[in-house]
């Protein structure tokens, strides 16, 4: 399919485990990002790539951790997951050097964590 | 650091109505854009309205525009025409034209009655 995609879409995990969040993209965009959607809180960014093999901190990137080693794919991974990373996570994308798109950020569906 | 506030958790509107939404926001730097989402009941986050801080002539988007105030680094949307498919949250966010980061306000719950 075309555009970008997070898997999976419902996750249920125990406290300790670890877990790693799917995200893949078609366009070829340069930037990926990672965000954390709470209630009261808006989006927070967790980590964001500017390319393969090139990452970087967010707002709120404890707990967890990125690699990008092909540009179509940033997995997210939480080491050893806390009911604090209940939440919904959103990827995102988006290619600077476009002309028509500027820093627009295309999003996936989002995947819904519960960390029991 | 850039910092966006939506002062207002919660709208409501009638259907066909106008409704105009608040964002604020703090930078010091000149070179940016501003960005409206929309995030329905089915979480998919949708681009409503852009703006690029050089440029002076508000955005519009057929029902959407905005309200461009630089000087008083605010950022409004108006929604003419409420439709009940208006009834999402919606997102202020702001990006520097230098990376793609974008910074997110809190979000604002816009209810749509018919």
């Known amino acids: 399919d075309a555009g970008i995609t997070q898997s999976p879409r419902y996750k249920i995990t125990e406290t300790g485990r670890q877990v790693t969040l799917m995200c893949h993209q078609t366009?070829?965009?340069?930037?990926m990002f990672w965000y954390r959607q709470d209630l009261g809180h808006g989006l927070r960014l967790i980590y964001y790539?500017?390319?393969?093999?090139?990452?970087d901190k967010g707002e709120v990137p404890d707990g967890y951790v990125v690699s990008r080693s092909k540009t179509e794919n940033f997995p997210l991974t939480l080491e050893s997951a806390t009911r604090s990373q209940t939440s919904v996570y959103f990827c995102?994308?988006?290619?600077?050097?476009?002309?028509?798109?500027?820093?627009?950020?295309?999003f996936g569906p989002g995947t819904r964590l519960t960390v029991l | 650091a850039q910092t966006v506030t939506q002062s207002q958790p919660e709208m409501s509107v009638q259907e066909a109505e106008t409704v105009t939404l608040s964002c604020t926001y703090d930078?010091?730097?000149?070179?940016?854009?501003l960005f409206w989402y929309k995030q329905p009941p089915s979480r998919q986050m949708i681009l409503v309205i852009r703006?690029?801080?050089?440029?002076?002539q508000n955005a519009t988007e057929n029902r959407f525009s905005v309200n461009f105030q630089k000087a008083a680094k605010s950022f409004s949307l108006k929604i003419s025409d409420s439709q009940l498919g208006d009834t999402a949250m919606y997102f202020c966010?702001?990006?520097?034209?230098?990376?793609?980061?974008?910074?997110f306000g809190k979000g604002i719950t816009l209810s749509v009655r018919p």
């Open positions: 966010a702001f990006g520097l034209r230098a990376n793609s980061k974008l910074t």
């Open positions: 930078t010091s730097e000149s070179n940016y854009y």
């Open positions: 366009w070829s965009h340069s930037y």
């Open positions: 995102a994308s988006s290619d600077p050097s476009g002309t028509a798109h500027y820093n627009e950020q295309f």
């Open positions: 703006q690029e801080a050089y440029k002076q």
């Open positions: 790539s500017a390319a393969a093999d090139i990452t």
